[in-house]
Structure formats: structure tokens, C-alpha cells
């Protein structure tokens, strides 16, 4: 009995985090979206992750950063897809699997992936994932390639008190 | 006028060409998860972004292009400044990728042309390497075979290939097949493979698929050059101890060391997509040009080699400007770096060049620009120039850097 109570509450909430989901489209990411995204959280600590929907090393580290979300949901954690506006359904799925549906979402809205690189950072030449970590003074600190987990959980311990 | 498409780009797109193995959502149908739903819009492109060009022994210049799932010969008599369609390669459309790491691939010498691409299959990430033979200047091509002999539905792809004039044909490409046996019996394998044939007959004759290196970066492009014995080269990007990708090289014959061609240290656990590239000179001297993001010196870097000897790496074009995608050209003595940039507006190629086989180099100096999204730039195969083919937004681009400012 209490295990079907369970199941109906998990589709229930299913069905309202879909509803979420489907009512926040990823916003389209343009030279300029960082900073607002970084206005946004002024003050605060925040991962932004670049990934994309064909990159296969992205997963193990988006399934890392959802579950280290559900563990501390002060967490602040926006997810930047590398794809194309017409991606935004996949991306917004994967998301998902990944259990971060809640997290604000971004696809790159620009036929020029360098124009959005230049204006990330200059220094990015477009590996994936990228992560940027902003502690509260948000100074920058950028990896490229899978973040072990090991690191995540240290900046998780190190930045939200 | 040969017109690209350009989708969006997105630098992760095929990483997993070559890891045979679904990464996520994996127990799910393959053509249910948001990735595989990806892989199939990427396959069924309506156009390719990546085109590639090659030259005749009369300088005449040959493209191949993607549309609509089949590859269309063009020709090219006034150096790259027209070019006019002849016919298609396969008859029956394929899906045939054709964007940044993946491009058809061209041959042309007398009446023969060879024309070898990656046709994507369903499954995510799997592929063969094609290959279609005309023996009557490309008015007709034999039908496609597949080069690839192991046909498991698993990564075969990112295929180089280049030709003499003599008659040597070599190609490479990125295998799964190491890495899908030892997942069979429950092992685990380091990234991918890379593979090779040859043939000594402009393509009529071909040997076996051998294995030129195991645990290689998965989705990189291949560097590839015949040198003056007629004998193959390698470069691609190599996943050394503690997950370094630095690139390697050996020749394509059996026993070659392989060789270490870069010392970056670049630890990144993610395919970088940029693969760089290789030329041969008239007597032998290999010379490499590649991209590294590793945190002590990033960016690009130029370096020779004369058998097991390397020569120091040069760095190269501006880290402030996305400066990547190099590419090189040699013959005698001159030796010719080209790359892109971006300027915050524009897309530039920008190039330098050596005329002492490599030891002194000019400033470096850009010889176009254009607007909108492009192509990698590629020295032309085969030609006696410096020619550079650049796709852009407005078409292809022959970039002559003798003619050049």
C-alpha cells in the first residue's frame, strides 16, 4: 500500500515537474546572456555547465552535479547547451534524466560558436563539458573536460555553507 | 558555385563515434534517447558543412559535397574560381556525414577518382567507411564498398585519406572494433583505435585493414601524408597515461614505432574535436601543426620531424581569437601554416609561412575573411600549390597563398 502511495506520488510529481519543464523552455543563449546570468546570482556561489546533447562525456558529469542538487537544493546550477535552438526539446529532456529539470536552462543561439566563446572566455576553444565555477565573489574558476566527482563534492563543501 | 549548409555547430556532436557503447540512457531503445534522436537529424542533413578538394596532376580541382545523402563531384579548370557539377558518386542516397571532423575525402589522378566518406548507421554513433572508384574522370563510379572488414554496427569513422602521384592511396580512420571486443568479454577499453589500408594501384587493389594504434582520442581528425618513398604517415590524438591527449604518429607499415609527436600534457577527459595535420616534403622531413589545451601552454603549435628526430614546437596564432584548425602544406622547401581565427565579427584565415623547410618563419598574415559561419580550412590533396579550400557561408573558397597578400 505504502509503496503504491509512493508510486502515485512520484508520477504525481513526474507530472508536475514535466509541467515545469514544458512550461521553461531553455532561453536562448546570446553574447551577453553570461553576464546576466552572473547578475542573476550576484553574491552567490553558482556552477554554470556547458554540454551539449552529443557529447558523450557530459553525462557522467551532469548526473553528478543533479544528484549533488538534490543533496544541497541551495545548489545553484545552470546548464548551458553548446546545440541550437531546434535542440532546445533534447536538451530539455536530458536535462531531466539527468535530475536537473529545475536547473535554468540555456541553448546556444548563435550560428558563430566562436562569437559566444569569445565572449565566455577567450580562452575556451569549445571542449566539452566546460565548467565554470563562481564562488560568491564570482571569481572565476573554468575546467574542461568530465570534473571528477571528488572536485565537485570539494567545491560544493567549500562554497555552500 | 558549390553552396554550403551550415547547422549550427556543435563541437561534442560525434565525440562517441567510436566509443560503440551508449553512454547514457543506455537501457533504453538507442533511437529513444535525446542523443540518438540527435545522431539521426545529424544523418539525415539536408547539406553538409565539410567539403573537401583535391587537384589533378593538370591543376585542375575537384570538390565533393554532400546533399540529400549523396556525394556530388564538381571540377574546377580556373583554379577554384568556378566550378562546375559533374554527376554524383553513390546512386543511392546514404547517410553520409559531412561536418567538421567528418568530411567526404577526394583522390584524382588521370581519368581515376576516389571518393571515400563515413556513412552513419542508426545506431548512435556507429558507422563504415565508405569508398566509390571512377575510372573515367567521375563520369561513373563502380558502386560504394565498405572499407571497414570488421562490420559490427559500431564507430568506424573520421576516415583520412591521401594519394600520390605513383599510385600510393592510404586510409586511416578511427575503429571501435578493439574496443567492442573487449566490452564482449566484459573488459574495458581506453578511447579508440585507429586502422588502416593501403593500395600501390590508385585504388583498383587493395591490402588488408590493419591496426596502426590502440587507445587513440575518439572523434579528432586524422592527419595523413605520403612521403617520398611512397610510404604513409599518421597523426592523430592519443590517449597516453593518466588520460594525457597528446597527438602521436608512426607510418603506415607493419612494425613502425609509434612515436610521440607532442609533449603538451593536455589531461582532459573529453574529446577536444581538433585533430590536426601533416605534410611531407620533398626529402622526407614530416612536419605537424596541432592544437593543445593544456593549462601550461595552450594553443597552436608548429614542429618538424626527420625520422625519429623532432624539432622544438613553434607556438603559433593568436589564444585570444579562437585561433585553431591548422592546417599544412610542403613541398621543396617552402612550407606553408594555415589556420582560423575569429575577430569578434568575422571568421579569418590567417597563415605563415617557411621557405627554409621550416627553421625561419614569417609573420604571420591573414589572406581572407569572411562573414558567417565556415568550414575548417584544408591545404587542396595533391596540389603543386599552396591552395587552401575554405567552405564559407557565400561557398567555396580557393585561397591561392602565392597570389595572396
Known amino acids: ?161 | 558555385m558549390v553552396k554550403l549548409h551550415f547547422r549550427l555547430p556543435s563541437l561534442a556532436l560525434a565525440c562517441g563515434l567510436l566509443l560503440g557503447a551508449l553512454p547514457a540512457g543506455a537501457h533504453e531503445h538507442p533511437a529513444a534517447t535525446p542523443m540518438a534522436r540527435h545522431w539521426q537529424e545529424r544523418l539525415t542533413a539536408a547539406k553538409g558543412s565539410a567539403v573537401s578538394v583535391a587537384a589533378d596532376e593538370q591543376g585542375r580541382l575537384w570538390s565533393v559535397d554532400m546533399r540529400q545523402g549523396q556525394l556530388w563531384l564538381s571540377r574546377s579548370t580556373d583554379g577554384g574560381k568556378t566550378f562546375a557539377e559533374i554527376g554524383k558518386v553513390n546512386a543511392q542516397p546514404e547517410a553520409i556525414l559531412a561536418d567538421g571532423q567528418s568530411r567526404p575525402l577526394i583522390a584524382v589522378h588521370g581519368q581515376a577518382v576516389v571518393v571515400s566518406w563515413s556513412q552513419a548507421l542508426p545506431k548512435l554513433h556507429t558507422g563504415h567507411v565508405r569508398m566509390a572508384r571512377s575510372e573515367d574522370g567521375g563520369l561513373s563510379f563502380a558502386p560504394p564498398v565498405i572499407v571497414n572488414d570488421n562490420r559490427e554496427e559500431i564507430g568506424h569513422g573520421f576516415n583520412a585519406m591521401k594519394m600520390d602521384r605513383r599510385g600510393n592511396l592510404a586510409v586511416a580512420w578511427l575503429d571501435g572494433r578493439e574496443r567492442s571486443a573487449a566490452a564482449r568479454k566484459g573488459g574495458k577499453y581506453a578511447g579508440s583505435s585507429v586502422y588502416y589500408a593501403t593500395s600501390g594501384d590508385f585504388g583498383k587493389t587493395w591490402t588488408a585493414n590493419a591496426k596502426l594504434a590502440d587507445n587513440t582520442c575518439e572523434c579528432c581528425r586524422i592527419g595523413l601524408a605520403i612521403g617520398p618513398d611512397g610510404t604513409a604517415v599518421a597523426q592523430w590524438r592519443h590517449l597516453f597515461a593518466g588520460g594525457v591527449r597528446d597527438f602521436a604518429t608512426t607510418a603506415l607499415k607493419p612494425g613502425a614505432p609509434l612515436q610521440r609527436a607532442s609533449e603538451d600534457g593536455w589531461e582532459i577527459s573529453a574529446c577536444p574535436h581538433h585533430g590536426g595535420d601533416l605534410a611531407i616534403d620533398a626529402d622526407g622531413r614530416r612536419h605537424y601543426v596541432w592544437f593543445t589545451g593544456s593549462a601550461r601552454k595552450p594553443g597552436l603549435f608548429y614542429r618538424y620531424a626527420d625520422g625519429t628526430q623532432f624539432g622544438t614546437a613553434l607556438a603559433f596564432g593568436d589564444l585570444d581569437a579562437q585561433a585553431g584548425h591548422p592546417t599544412v602544406f610542403a613541398d621543396e622547401k617552402q612550407v606553408a601554416v594555415v589556420w582560423r581565427e575569429f575577430d569578434g565579427q568575422r571568421y579569418r584565415l590567417r597563415r605563415m609561412l617557411s621557405s627554409d623547410r621550416g627553421e625561419t618563419w614569417s609573420a604571420p598574415a591573414t589572406v581572407a575573411e569572411a562573414e558567417g559561419a565556415t568550414d575548417l580550412p584544408l591545404f587542396v590533396h595533391g596540389a603543386a600549390r599552396p591552395l587552401v579550400a575554405w567552405g564559407t557561408a557565400a561557398g567555396l573558397r580557393i585561397v591561392d597563398l602565392r597570389e595572396a597578400p
Not at chain 1, 134 to 143: I, S
Request: aromatic content about 8%; hydrophobic content about 45%; proline content about 7%.
Open chain 1, 1 to 161: 500500500m505504502r509503496g503504491i502511495a509512493r508510486l502515485l506520488a512520484a508520477l504525481l510529481l513526474g507530472g508536475l515537474a514535466w509541467a515545469v519543464q514544458a512550461a521553461e523552455d531553455p532561453r536562448p543563449f546570446v553574447v551577453g546572456s553570461l553576464k546576466e546570468i552572473q547578475a542573476q546570482y550576484a553574491g552567490k556561489p553558482l556552477i554554470v555547465a556547458f554540454w551539449s546533447v552529443g557529447c558523450t562525456h557530459c553525462p557522467t558529469e551532469l548526473k553528478t552535479l543533479g544528484a549533488l542538487k538534490r543533496r544541497h537544493p541551495g545548489l545553484n546550477v545552470v546548464l548551458v547547451a553548446a546545440d541550437t535552438p531546434d535542440d532546445a526539446p533534447q536538451t530539455r529532456r536530458l536535462a531531466a534524466q539527468y535530475g536537473l529539470a529545475k536547473a535554468p536552462q540555456w541553448v546556444f543561439a548563435d550560428p558563430i560558436p566562436e562569437r559566444l566563446r569569445m565572449d565566455i572566455d577567450r580562452r575556451w576553444y569549445g571542449e566539452l563539458p566546460r565548467t565554470h565555477f563562481y564562488d560568491a565573489e564570482h571569481r572565476l574558476e573554468a575546467v574542461s573536460g568530465v570534473v571528477p566527482e571528488a572536485r565537485l563534492r570539494q567545491w560544493v563543501a567549500a562554497n555552500l555553507r
